[in-house]
């Protein structure tokens, strides 16, 4: 008795159990309460008797397995240091318990935990001998195990949640009506829930599924506005899990919905398909996709339009993008460099615009772009106004490549300098960068002005 009363009180049982309880009267009272029944109450119900069920089943493994002689150490898992129920092997040989190597994967680490070795590939095969040879243990143990499907994985993930979690994405494919429950369900069961996330990563076809509602629509106009800004959201969610940027950038339909998702719907789904494709651009190898489906463009609109919902997602976003080299060129080609100077003119997110610009100042054809929009004078008019460092490196940052591109420039610079002394200043008292930038164009106007009086 006192070896169950070790078992029964462990905490994280305990815990899950009395909270799955409290979660299952309240859905009972509400059926009971209901003339008309929920169904979706009802399957919610379900699922936590599913989860009791995992629990019990666990519990009493648990036991038995305590009070059972010592098995071999080839049925321990070398990372739970369990008895394994799922035996795969991965790329190197070594043997793991299903869940716990997932664990181990999904967080990023791509060696084998054994051996230290980098793993070739990340496919696990089921290990059927090992399988075999422990259920033929246990079966001499009197010990029932259950099937690897049945019992909760790493992230809380139980049978019922993946069966609730398919049962979703097929709503997919019904009426309007079944794909706008489903698609809500799905954004808050993302956002609250990161195993959730992870999920859509267990099938290739899921966020084709997810997203077929909107690739089936023959017209952007026939989309229903509230299950557009729902999808576009959950793929939002499903971004900021990191094994999932690959995958959603990869995913054929996926850029060109959230590119529709920007030029139309309700504001907070534009807002959103800017955020989702700044988190999805964290990754290098999906900054050049993302750019060369040409996200930048409608990014570019969305922006020039000036939303101030969607402004600073936007701008995240693009600043992102323009990181990677080729992406620059396109941002000028597409007109970032006049959208940002008048916002920037009319001192509309003057930090994050300015970051941007700083960036695309080394492209060539937008520095060129600079001087004929009138980029100095707005830009020196900053440094002198403005009390945030960061603002005032981005701007002289700008204004050297500025001049530096083109000589017709200095005449400004040097009538800013005589009257306010703007760039001594900057060059005494700004940032390290800052310094350094503005030292050089003073040198330069110096040996513009020596060379003038030796003359």
């Excluded at 980029?375 to 460092?389: D, G, K, N, T, Y």
Aim: hydrophobic fraction near 40%; charge should be neutral.
């Amino acid at each position: 008795m006192a070896k169950t009363g070790l078992i029964e009180k462990d905490p994280v049982m305990v815990a899950k159990a009395a909270e799955l309880k409290k979660e299952l009267q309240r859905l009972v009272r509400a059926i009971v309460d209901d003339d008309d029944l929920n169904i979706e109450t009802i399957d919610r119900a379900n699922q936590a008797l599913c989860g009791l069920k995992d629990l019990k089943l666990k519990r009493s493994l648990s036991l038995k397995l305590h009070e059972a002689v010592g098995f071999p150490d080839e049925f321990r898992c070398p990372l739970s240091k369990e008895l394994m129920r799922d035996p795969v092997i991965v790329a190197t040989g070594q043997t793991y318990d299903k869940p716990f190597i997932q664990k181990w994967l999904k967080a990023g680490s791509r060696t084998c935990p054994k051996t230290q070795q980098v793993l070739s590939h990340t496919v696990l095969t089921p290990n059927i001998l090992i399988r075999e040879m422990i259920s033929q243990w246990c079966k001499n143990h009197g010990i029932s195990l259950p099937d690897p499907v049945q019992y909760s994985n790493e992230d809380g993930i139980t049978e019922a949640d993946r069966h609730h979690f398919l049962s979703l994405l097929e709503k997919m494919c019904s009426t309007l009506a079944d794909q706008k429950e489903a698609a809500r369900e799905l954004r808050l069961l993302t956002k609250r829930m990161p195993s959730f996330r992870a999920l859509f990563g267990e099938s290739i076809d899921a966020i084709p599924q997810l997203l077929n509602p909107l690739s089936q629509s023959n017209s952007q106009n026939n989309i229903h506005p509230d299950l557009q800004e729902d999808l576009i959201t959950t793929i939002l969610n499903l971004s900021i899990y990191d094994n999932n940027k690959k995958l959603v950038a990869e995913t054929p339909m996926a850029i060109p919905l959230l590119m529709n998702a920007l030029r139309s719907g309700t504001i907070e789904t534009r807002s959103n398909a800017a955020a989702a494709l700044f988190t999805l651009s964290a990754l290098d190898s999906n900054k050049a996709l993302i750019g060369k489906c040409g996200a930048l463009k409608p990014l570019i609109d969305l922006l020039d339009e000036g939303h101030a919902l969607a402004m600073k997602d936007v701008a995240s976003a693009i600043f992102n993008l323009c990181i990677f080299h080729e992406n620059k060129a396109r941002a000028a080609k597409e007109g970032a460099v006049r959208v940002i100077l008048e916002k920037i003119k009319n001192r509309i997110h003057v930090d994050e615009l300015l970051a941007i610009l700083a960036m695309l100042s080394t492209n060539q054809k937008s520095v060129e772009e600079m001087g004929e929009l009138g980029a100095v004078p707005c830009l020196l008019s900053i440094l002198r106004e403005s009390s945030c460092s960061r603002s005032k490196e981005n701007c002289i940052a700008i204004l050297y490549n500025i001049c530096f591109g083109d000589r017709t420039k200095w005449k400004e610079i040097r009538e800013e300098e005589n009257t306010y002394s703007t760039i001594s200043q900057l060059a005494q008292n700004g940032t390290s960068r800052a310094k350094r930038k503005a030292s050089g164009i003073l040198d330069r106007l110096n040996r513009a002005v020596n060379l003038t009086h030796t003359a």
